[in-house]
């Protein structure tokens, strides 16, 4: 039921949103065995050529192991949720979260990834995470895995480009569900299916140096992880029910440049690019439109005896995704580029940028929401959205982050005009609600939580939490369910 006047389901999950790799530190802690994350180290801005994922070769991983490799790896350390995680959920649970989003680090279930048994130690500790959010009446939502492929499975057999993998993940997924199958509702297969085709090493912990094929690599290993994800979500709905799976993309939706045809018809393209994987986990089988982008490419999909029955049979109950901007395509080589968004794309005059160079779309939002509940009809769960800025600490350590607001708001407001359209929107989780690592460049002053922990780019800091003016702000529109903006 919703309410018309606030335009939220009575019922609507509000929440945040982080990942175990980028959050928990303690990386060797109580048997964790190392993970793809484990291997992404900090470099400092002034020696980027980029802001994105920075593709690991198998010369770095030897190196990084062997000690030669000089430098931090920040998401080794996290911002200490590991052994502060009952300070941080008693502050969640002061915003008024109904939902925390959260994933489970694979290395720290099955150290290598194929290990004979799971580690105890892993899996007690997301169960006092679980306990301390009941505790509080939050929903746990749990992310499989969330750019975390243990290492030994990127050795042993290149991550997810080799079919064993299925088998590996399976077994994962099997065992925390009968473990937390009275702790945990909403579960996500993988997050981001899509970044492997930017970077397979954070996708899938492959390292594609090590094959011939690239294009084929990655599609492959996107098979073996379409396949898994089906499977766990039949070991779930055998194991939990009433329990709900649901995929999750990057969502990148794409507008035309001009009204030129060849801009339409790319713009038609790179949606197709960006959906496919949804139309996978959501509708079962291979888009047909796929037939010819592989004919093209000369990838030619390895599929085993009964892969289409259990795509079809095993579709998610829901689907999720983030939204942090659009992007604008040309046809044309003429046009300036923008500058940070992760996909590419020519520079949209209409929008605002971020202080990263992504452009903000908060109608975007409410755009994209249309069209993928008219593609689905399934109900649609926003389980990141946020805007990474510099945050300022004042003389008496208050944090005025005005902007953080605006953004939100704004993207809210667009979230209630969809529901009114009559899309199903079952939650919003923002990402992140506490400062953590970021994903693509291991910074901490790239921050977008409503609560601020005294942790800077060189590791130096307190590790103490404060609250900004987002916190209190965000308190207000939980508390109305969406009504106070």
């Excluded at 080799?162 to 569900?177: G, H, K, M, N, Q």
């Excluded at 969502?251 to 790319?266: I, Q």
């Excluded at 350590?397 to 529901?419: F, N, V």
């Amino acid at each position: 039921m919703t309410d018309a006047k606030r335009g939220f389901p009575e019922n609507f999950l509000w929440g945040g949103a982080t990942a175990a790799n980028q959050l928990e530190g303690a990386f060797d802690a109580d048997g964790k065995g190392l993970s793809s994350a484990d291997m992404v180290a900090y470099v400092p801005k002034a020696e980027r050529s980029n802001d994105h994922a920075i593709e690991i070769t198998s010369g770095r991983i030897e190196q990084i192991l062997s000690g030669e490799f000089k430098a931090r790896f920040p998401k080794r350390e996290g911002v200490d949720f590991y052994h502060r995680y009952k300070e941080d959920i008693a502050l969640f649970a002061e915003m008024g979260f109904k939902v925390f989003r959260l994933s489970i680090n694979w290395a720290r279930i099955f150290p290598n990834g194929d290990d004979a048994e799971p580690n105890e130690a892993g899996l007690k500790f997301y169960d006092n995470v679980f306990d301390e959010l009941h505790k509080y009446g939050i929903e746990p939502l749990v992310t499989l895995a969330h750019y975390e492929t243990p290492l030994g499975l990127t050795q042993k057999y290149n991550g997810w480009a080799s079919r064993e993998v299925i088998a590996c993940f399976t077994r994962y997924a099997e065992t925390v569900f009968r473990r937390y199958q009275d702790k945990v509702k909403y579960w996500i297969t993988f997050n981001e299916i899509n970044m492997m085709t930017l970077s397979p090493f954070t996708g899938g912990g492959v390292v594609i140096d090590r094959v011939e094929n690239k294009l084929q690599t990655i599609y492959q290993a996107l098979h073996h992880q379409f396949v898994a994800s089906a499977l766990a979500t039949k070991l779930l709905h055998e194991i939990i029910p009433g329990s709900q799976m649901g995929c999750m993309l990057a969502r990148m939706e794409s507008y035309a440049n001009t009204c030129n045809p060849e801009d339409v018809r790319l713009n038609q393209h790179e949606n197709q690019m960006n959906l496919y994987f949804t139309d996978v986990h959501a509708r079962g089988e291979y888009p047909k439109y796929m037939d010819r982008y592989f004919a093209e490419n000369n990838i030619v999909l390895h599929k085993e005896t009964g892969d289409d029955e259990i795509l079809k049979l095993h579709t998610v109950d829901y689907v999720a995704f983030s939204y942090y901007m659009t992007l604008t395509v040309s046809a044309s080589p003429e046009g300036e580029r923008a500058q940070g968004n992760l996909f590419g794309g020519v520079k949209n005059p209409y929008l605002k940028a971020s202080e990263w160079g992504w452009q903000i779309d908060p109608a975007g939002l409410r755009i994209m929401l249309n069209t993928m509940y008219d593609r689905y009809q399934k109900p649609l769960f926003i389980v990141e959205n946020g805007l990474g800025a510099y945050d300022k600490v004042e003389a008496d350590g208050s944090i005025h982050d005005s902007y953080r607001i605006d953004y939100l708001r704004q993207h809210i407001a667009q979230m209630k005009e969809a529901i009114h359209d009559g899309v199903e929107l079952i939650g919003y989780t923002s990402w992140g609600p506490i400062d953590l690592v970021s994903m693509s460049t291991s910074e901490m002053s790239k921050r977008y939580g409503f609560i601020y922990v005294d942790l800077d780019d060189d590791g130096n800091g307190t590790l103490n939490r404060s609250k900004k003016d987002s916190f209190h702000w965000y308190k207000k529109v939980i508390a109305s369910n969406g009504a106070e903006l």
